[in-house]
């Protein structure tokens, strides 16, 4: 009977103590909080205004100062004097690692004992006219040396001698009219055409594909002086004696040219330089305004259109050729540049991250410049500077970020995207591709002074306009208005949208490998003109050796509260990437933005009805995806809303399939032609290297089609570009939902 009682007791102390276990387990269920992570966002967001405010225009007005007082063109030893600069201040600023990588790629100088220039020689050979071998030094830097003088970089040597023909902006359309319009051919003949517009190494392989066998350019005052702006010092107009210096590539993401894919380490299997990628063919000159006339103003045949005419006193006759008593006189290229391999250094910092460690997120702009790089790329330079400064401070208090940071100052981007791609290349490839989140860009600050100017993917769109609506304006007259009210009122989207204008991502800086080869979320941020008046092209003193510390001081941010600006808005996108629980990335703008490209490249291909029709080419496919797209973005983003943000795994799996959902537009078999350039929706024009497309494999296989030799094969590949277009977006709409 004891026993029995025993095992009564027992049993009612187990169903007592059950209840209460399952009672308290009930009521933690129900009083958990939605939100746990309210303080943590709390104190990231009172971290992320101390590290605003705590950007300063002083600071990066000393920055400035201090990395523009010599030339550091790439491989030379002054820009290897600053990385290592560089990598001492971030180590004070307080970074927990700082580190130089070193590659060997090929680069491109001029030979010091055989000047490269041009020459009008007559019937006996005698040389009656050169162009200027260098340009004239501006005030305060007459003593400085090392300055090189202008050339384009990897041009082959050669002493071509011909008749000139005048090709406007060299791009495909103008070579195009003067085939079929004008009637003139090219080949055998020196081509002249004037900078801006598109990329300089596609005006040389446009000319290469006419049979030419040089090109001159030149930086038309139509194109590189502003409109009531006097020439530098007094103003910023570029003056006649100026320059423009760059390289003529066309490498399409490949990297050094004779490594391409691969990193340019010692072990690295190197082609020959006959086989080199994207090398050009025939030399390369540029030249000033001043010396252009001499070229221009004897000039016979035929004159152009209006629309071909610039800012000279000189009638911009076609050619080919000279007039009268001029027509026995012939021009001749003196081009002696030699290309060689020579060691780059990239500075890579860090801050660990202290929850996710192994998500990285980029800050990267290059510090190479053609001289001293006021604009480009210093004023960029600068504000990286200030940021990691800022950073640092942040540290200092006790701060760290939820992700890694990672600080780059790339080399060598001037000669083709080179330090950069190579440090993509490397081991970091695989690295980067399971766990970068986004790539900013930081190569030149500003190019005007208007307003803000952003291109970036279109998951970053929300991002930028919640965080300029935090900033101030840094115009004179626009106190207590915020950045993002300055932006909207100076530049509308207004066709498509009641917001501020973004851009989409082209090419020419260093994004290129990250965004377009890797699929990594990427943008960019600049001060820039106003594109509706302002014509002039890029900036009139570009890759001049007038960019200068004080061509921004004196003329595009005396303040340097415009510089400060774009520091907060690069530096702010990298805090909020790198500290908020939920990845900032929006996939229902992708969505918008896909729709909208997807509409657009139909209205280009229903041009052609007949063909359409003749050829059964329909773009249902790709609107089905996009459609699929939309509602798999809308699902995710209303699921986002319930997610449980107490859950970590919860989290990760969701910021996992956002900060993929960019790789997922990546065909790793490249576009036709352009094995590196792989992202499906966004790449650079074929026909210029600066401008962005949208769907580029179908955008290319669509140009030019009405006088393709085999309009059935044409159209087959159009075709063939939808269905990858359509199987990509699809696809990309799979990665948005539920993993189980």
């Given at each position: 009977m004891r026993e029995e009682s025993r095992l009564i007791l027992w049993i009612w102390w187990i169903v007592i103590i059950t209840a209460f276990f399952f009672l308290g387990f009930i009521i933690g269920w129900f009083a958990k909080p939605t939100h746990p992570a309210t303080d943590n966002n709390s104190a990231s967001s009172q971290y992320l205004k101390e590290f605003l405010n705590e950007m300063q225009p002083n600071w990066i007005k000393e920055h400035l100062r201090k990395f523009t007082r010599l030339p550091h063109l790439a491989g030379t030893e002054q820009n290897l004097k600053y990385a290592e600069k560089i990598k001492e201040d971030w180590l004070q600023f307080g970074l927990d690692s700082v580190e130089m990588v070193p590659y060997d790629v090929l680069l491109s100088y001029p030979n010091k004992s055989q000047p490269n220039y041009i020459a009008i020689v007559d019937q006996l050979g005698n040389e009656v006219f050169n162009t200027a071998l260098a340009e004239p030094v501006p005030?305060?830097?007459?003593?400085?040396?090392?300055?090189?003088?202008?050339?384009?970089?990897?041009?082959?040597?050669?002493?071509?001698?011909?008749?000139?023909?005048?090709v406007n902006y060299g791009r495909t359309k103008d070579f195009l009219q003067l085939e079929r319009q004008m009637g003139i051919n090219v080949t055998g003949k020196i081509v002249i055409t004037r900078y801006g517009k598109i990329f300089r190494g596609n005006k040389v392989k446009n000319a290469m594909l006419a049979g030419a066998k040089g090109i001159i350019m030149f930086s038309d005052p139509a194109d590189y002086c502003a409109a009531g702006v006097q020439s530098y010092p007094d103003g910023w107009s570029l003056p006649g004696g100026g320059v423009q210096r760059g390289n003529v590539l066309n490498l399409n993401g490949a990297g050094d040219p004779l490594t391409p894919g691969y990193p340019a380490k010692p072990y690295t299997y190197r082609t020959s330089l006959e086989d080199g990628v994207g090398l050009p063919?025939?030399?390369?000159?540029?030249?000033?305004?001043?010396?252009?006339?001499?070229?221009?103003?004897n000039m016979g045949g035929q004159i152009p259109p209006n629309n071909w005419k610039g800012a000279l006193n000189v009638s911009y006759r076609i050619g080919p050729g000279f007039i009268d008593d001029f027509n026995a006189q012939k021009v001749r290229m003196n081009i002696h540049t030699n290309n060689q391999v020579t060691r780059i250094y990239n500075v890579i910092?860090?801050?660990?991250?202290?929850?996710?460690?192994?998500?990285?997120?980029?800050?990267?702009?290059?510090?190479?410049?053609?001289?001293?790089?006021?604009?480009?790329?210093?004023?960029?330079?600068?504000?990286?500077?200030?940021?990691?400064?800022?950073?640092?401070?942040?540290?200092?208090?006790?701060?760290?970020?939820?992700?890694?940071?990672?600080?780059?100052?790339w080399d060598a981007e001037e000669f083709g995207l080179l330090g950069s791609t190579e440090w993509a290349e490397q081991d970091n490839a695989k690295l980067l591709q399971e766990r970068a989140v986004a790539y900013i860009n930081a190569d030149s600050s500003i190019e005007g002074m208007y307003t803000l100017r952003v291109d970036c993917t279109p998951s970053l769109n929300t991002l930028v306009y919640e965080l300029t609506k935090q900033l101030d304006s840094p115009e004179e007259g626009e106190e207590g208005v915020s950045l993002y009210e300055s932006w909207h009122k100076k530049d509308n989207w207004t066709n498509e949208?009641?917001?501020?204008?973004?851009?989409?991502?082209?090419?020419?800086?260093?994004?290129?490998?990250?965004?377009?080869?890797?699929?990594?979320?990427?943008?960019?941020?600049?001060?820039?003109?106003?594109?509706?008046?302002?014509?002039?092209?890029?900036?009139?003193?570009?890759?001049s050796v007038y960019e200068t510390y004080q061509l921004v001081e004196k003329f595009y941010d005396p303040s340097f509260r415009r510089l400060r600006a774009v520091s907060q808005v690069r530096g702010g996108l990298i805090f909020l990437l790198a500290d908020s629980q939920l990845?900032?990335?929006?996939?229902?703008?992708?969505?918008?933005?896909?729709?909208?490209?997807?509409?657009?490249?139909?209205?280009?291909?229903q041009m052609h009805p007949e063909e359409m029709n003749t050829y059964q080419v329909s773009f249902d496919s790709l609107f089905s995806a996009v459609e699929n797209f939309t509602v798999a973005a809308k699902d995710f983003h209303q699921r986002l809303q319930t997610l449980n943000r107490a859950d970590s795994l919860q989290v990760r799996v969701m910021n996992d399939q956002l900060m993929y959902l960019e790789r997922a537009f990546i065909d790793p078999l490249g576009l036709p032609g352009r094995p590196f350039y792989r992202h499906v929706v966004f790449?650079?024009?074929?026909?210029?290297?600066?401008?962005?497309?949208?769907?580029?494999?179908?955008?290319?296989?669509?140009?030019?089609?009405?006088?393709?030799?085999?309009?059935?094969?044409?159209?087959?590949?159009?075709?063939?570009?939808?269905?990858?277009?359509?199987f990509t977006v699809h696809a990309a709409a799979m990665t948005l939902t539920p993993p189980a």
């Open positions: 005030e305060g830097y007459e003593d400085i040396s090392d300055i090189v003088p202008p050339y384009n970089a990897f041009s082959p040597k050669g002493q071509p001698e011909g008749d000139l023909v005048y063919k025939i030399p390369v000159h540029p030249i000033g305004y001043h010396d252009a006339i001499h070229l221009l103003k910092g860090t801050i660990r991250g202290a929850q996710e460690p192994d998500r990285y997120v980029i800050l990267g702009g290059h510090r190479d410049a053609w001289v001293f790089g006021g604009i480009d790329p210093m004023s960029g330079a600068a504000v990286s500077h200030e940021i990691v400064r800022s950073a640092g401070k942040l540290l200092s208090k006790g701060w760290r970020p939820r992700r890694t940071i990672t600080f780059a100052s949208r009641d917001a501020p204008r973004i851009n989409k991502l082209g090419s020419g800086s260093d994004f290129e490998a990250f965004f377009i080869r890797l699929g990594i979320a990427a943008g960019r941020a600049r001060y820039t003109k106003n594109k509706k008046t302002e014509r002039y092209s890029s900036y009139p003193v570009y890759h990845l900032p990335l929006d996939a229902n703008e992708y969505a918008v933005a896909l729709r909208k490209y997807a509409q657009s490249i139909a209205q280009l291909a790449a650079p024009s074929s026909h210029n290297k600066y401008a962005g497309e949208s769907f580029p494999g179908i955008y290319d296989s669509l140009f030019d089609i009405e006088n393709s030799e085999n309009p059935e094969k044409a159209w087959e590949e159009v075709k063939h570009q939808i269905s990858i277009a359509s």
